[in-house]
């Protein structure tokens, strides 16, 4: 699960994918690309779209490369402020954490968990998340580290 390795868990009635990275970056700078919708697709190659304001209690509709067909219908769960943002629908949830370790490293950690009571018929269905979330941290990792270095 560390630095950018993908893991998949999966149960009869759920799936969970997780990933961790270590960010030479300051939590705020992760925290703004995190919420800032209309940014996410030019840098990061696993998002179409995100339509909406990424605030609590707000939805958002996402695009992703996995699924470019659909558009996922998402509610802010939970957001405090540059540490925790949780989104998700009936069928999953997704959670990204930020620690700093106060030496200009930020952890940032997302996982992802699908299930439900239906969920085994259509498992078979659903790709694998583990290669779209390394993606997704290298690509927030590059954006986050090059920011970072500019504002030296």
């Known amino acids: 699960m560390?630095?950018?390795k993908a893991r998949t868990e999966k149960k009869?009635?759920?799936?969970?994918?997780?990933?961790?990275?270590?960010?030479?970056?300051?939590?705020a700078i992760i925290w703004k690309l995190l919420t800032t919708a209309q940014e996410y697709p030019r840098w990061n190659p696993t998002v179409i779209s995100i339509e909406g304001v990424i605030a609590k209690g707000n939805?958002?509709?996402?695009?992703?490369?996995?699924?470019?067909?659909?558009?996922?219908?998402?509610?802010?769960?939970?957001?405090?402020?540059?540490?925790?943002?949780v989104w998700g629908d009936g069928m999953g949830t997704r959670i990204y954490t930020l620690k700093g370790n106060g030496r200009g490293i930020t952890n940032l950690a997302m996982s992802e968990k699908i299930g439900g009571l239906m969920f085994p018929l259509f498992a078979s269905q659903i790709p694998?998340?583990?290669?779209?979330?390394?993606?997704?941290a290298l690509a927030l990792k590059k954006e986050a580290e090059s920011i970072q270095s500019l504002s030296k």
């Open 2 to 4: 560390q630095n950018g």
């Open 12 to 27: 009869t009635f759920s799936r969970e994918t997780s990933v961790s990275i270590d960010i030479q970056s300051d939590p």
């Open 59 to 85: 939805k958002i509709k996402l695009k992703s490369a996995l699924d470019p067909k659909r558009v996922f219908k998402l509610q802010v769960k939970e957001m405090e402020d540059g540490k925790k943002l």
């Open 128 to 136: 694998s998340f583990d290669g779209s979330f390394e993606q997704f």
